[in-house]
């Protein structure tokens, strides 16, 4: 993934269970993110706070039976990487359920160098960071947090990430950081000029209702499952086959 830098952009999506992976790594994606997102998407909570890591290791489990030849990377979920040797072990969990690489939030280098040292790959997250952030809104927006998140990415990258996300952020300071760390940049919600992108794919296919005006949903998935789900009730209550 390192060696990607500057060439062909970086394509990744999220995916929480078998058909969703099925059908990605069948699309040819570079990545897949098993991301706590599936908190708010897949189980209906507030945030993604409440995810714990056997959740995530019984949704990573899912997903690699579903992708068994695409690069999965596992979000480690809030409160599992506190310390390094705390993290180490949530590592080795998702590990052991199918994930190549783990995923933590902000600039927390000795956890990155620990798990990295255990050989296992981490991909970095600056900007938006949504296990403690108090509201869904844009970072870096002045010079002084703009430097913050600058900094924090290039401390995470000589730590040995081998991609960092770049999440809800002016374009320049995407752009910035993308010029200042040598491994890729994953943006999402930080416009185009980042090493690659990653969107959640209940949001790319539309299967929740409302999706984030930010980007284009090229399906949807949920007015088209309550169309079939009305066909088959009216289907039924007339006496036919579903």
């Not at 040819?28 to 098993?34: H, K, P, R, T």
């Amino acid at each position: 993934m390192r060696a990607r830098k500057g060439g062909p952009r970086l394509a990744a999506l999220t995916a929480y269970d078998f058909p969703t992976a099925l059908a990605l790594e069948r699309s040819g994606l570079d990545m897949i993110l098993v991301g706590d997102s599936l908190g708010e998407v897949e189980l209906g909570y507030d945030s993604t706070r409440a995810v714990t890591l056997q959740m995530m290791a019984h949704h990573t489990r899912a997903v690699r039976n579903g992708a068994p030849d695409t690069h999965i990377v596992g979000d480690l979920p809030v409160d599992t990487y506190r310390d390094a040797s705390e993290a180490v072990a949530s590592g080795r969990a998702l590990v052991a359920a199918g994930a190549d690489s783990v995923k933590l939030e902000g600039p927390l280098v000795p956890q990155v160098e620990a798990l990295v040292a255990d050989g296992i790959p981490v991909m970095g997250h600056v900007g938006l960071l949504p296990q403690t952030a108090a509201a869904y809104r844009r970072q870096g927006t002045t010079p002084e947090t703009a430097d913050l998140i600058a900094e924090g990415a290039r401390a995470l990258d000589a730590a040995g990430c081998f991609a960092i996300v770049a999440e809800a952020m002016p374009e320049d300071l995407a752009a910035r950081i993308t010029g200042e760390v040598g491994c890729p940049t994953i943006g999402i919600a930080c416009g185009t000029t980042c090493d690659g992108q990653v969107l959640v794919t209940t949001d790319l296919v539309g299967g929740l209702p409302d999706p984030p005006a930010w980007m284009r949903s090229r399906a949807d998935v949920f007015g088209a499952t309550a169309r079939a789900a009305g066909e088959y009730l009216e289907a039924v209550r007339a006496g036919k086959a579903g």
